[in-house]
Protein backbone atom coordinates (compact mmCIF):
# COMPACT_ATOMS: atom_id res chain seq x y z
CA UNK A 1 0.00 0.00 0.00
CA UNK A 2 1.61 3.30 -0.86
CA UNK A 3 0.99 6.56 0.73
CA UNK A 4 1.41 9.85 -0.51
CA UNK A 5 0.45 13.75 0.85
CA UNK A 6 -2.48 15.32 -1.15
CA UNK A 7 -0.15 17.50 -2.53
CA UNK A 8 1.38 14.50 -4.18
CA UNK A 9 -2.00 13.07 -5.09
CA UNK A 10 -2.72 16.33 -6.77
CA UNK A 11 0.20 16.77 -8.65
CA UNK A 12 0.66 12.95 -9.70
CA UNK A 13 -3.37 11.65 -9.63
CA UNK A 14 -3.13 10.15 -13.42
CA UNK A 15 0.16 8.10 -12.18
CA UNK A 16 -2.03 7.57 -8.81
CA UNK A 17 -4.93 6.24 -10.82
CA UNK A 18 -3.09 4.22 -13.11
CA UNK A 19 -1.18 2.09 -10.43
CA UNK A 20 -4.70 2.08 -8.36
CA UNK A 21 -5.66 0.28 -11.75
CA UNK A 22 -3.22 -1.95 -11.68
CA UNK A 23 -4.21 -3.29 -8.29
CA UNK A 24 -2.52 -1.25 -6.10
CA UNK A 25 -3.98 1.04 -3.04
CA UNK A 26 -3.14 4.06 -2.58
CA UNK A 27 -3.45 6.29 1.16
CA UNK A 28 -3.36 9.66 0.61
CA UNK A 29 -2.52 11.36 4.04
CA UNK A 30 -2.79 15.60 5.29
CA UNK A 31 -0.31 16.61 7.64
CA UNK A 32 0.71 12.76 8.51
CA UNK A 33 -2.66 11.44 9.14
CA UNK A 34 -4.78 9.17 6.58
CA UNK A 35 -7.43 10.99 5.00
CA UNK A 36 -8.76 9.10 2.10
CA UNK A 37 -8.06 5.46 0.34
CA UNK A 38 -8.06 4.87 -3.56
CA UNK A 39 -8.79 1.51 -4.37
CA UNK A 40 -10.00 -0.02 -8.26
CA UNK A 41 -13.78 -0.61 -8.35
CA UNK A 42 -14.75 -3.67 -9.41
CA UNK A 43 -14.76 -4.58 -13.25
CA UNK A 44 -18.20 -4.72 -14.50
CA UNK A 45 -19.00 -8.36 -15.22
CA UNK A 46 -18.99 -9.31 -19.18
CA UNK A 47 -22.81 -10.01 -20.15
CA UNK A 48 -23.35 -13.62 -20.76
CA UNK A 49 -23.79 -14.76 -24.63
CA UNK A 50 -26.39 -17.31 -25.36
CA UNK A 51 -25.11 -20.59 -26.46
CA UNK A 52 -21.31 -20.01 -24.78
CA UNK A 53 -22.17 -23.69 -23.53
CA UNK A 54 -21.32 -25.01 -26.77
CA UNK A 55 -17.52 -24.08 -26.60
CA UNK A 56 -17.28 -27.03 -23.85
CA UNK A 57 -16.22 -30.02 -25.35
CA UNK A 58 -18.83 -32.87 -25.53
CA UNK A 59 -21.64 -30.50 -25.42
CA UNK A 60 -23.47 -32.34 -28.50
CA UNK A 61 -23.94 -35.53 -26.91
CA UNK A 62 -26.07 -33.42 -24.60
CA UNK A 63 -29.46 -34.83 -24.32
CA UNK A 64 -32.10 -33.44 -22.13
CA UNK A 65 -34.22 -35.38 -19.61
CA UNK A 66 -37.03 -34.23 -18.19
CA UNK A 67 -37.27 -36.98 -16.00
CA UNK A 68 -34.71 -35.76 -13.38
CA UNK A 69 -37.10 -32.53 -12.46
CA UNK A 70 -39.40 -35.13 -11.94
CA UNK A 71 -41.12 -35.43 -8.31
CA UNK A 72 -39.53 -38.02 -6.25
CA UNK A 73 -42.03 -41.19 -5.52
CA UNK A 74 -42.09 -42.22 -2.05
CA UNK A 75 -40.00 -45.05 -2.38
CA UNK A 76 -37.10 -42.79 -3.48
CA UNK A 77 -37.85 -40.59 -0.93
CA UNK A 78 -37.24 -43.34 1.52
CA UNK A 79 -34.55 -44.88 -0.32
CA UNK A 80 -32.43 -41.61 -0.18
CA UNK A 81 -33.39 -41.26 3.67
CA UNK A 82 -36.18 -38.63 3.70
CA UNK A 83 -38.52 -39.48 6.12
CA UNK A 84 -42.49 -39.76 4.37
Known sequence: MKTVSV?????HLSTLLEQVRQGEEVVITRRGQPVARLTAIAAPKKERQPGSWRAWPGWENFVYDPAVFAPMTEEEMKAEGWDV
Open 7 to 11: LEAKT
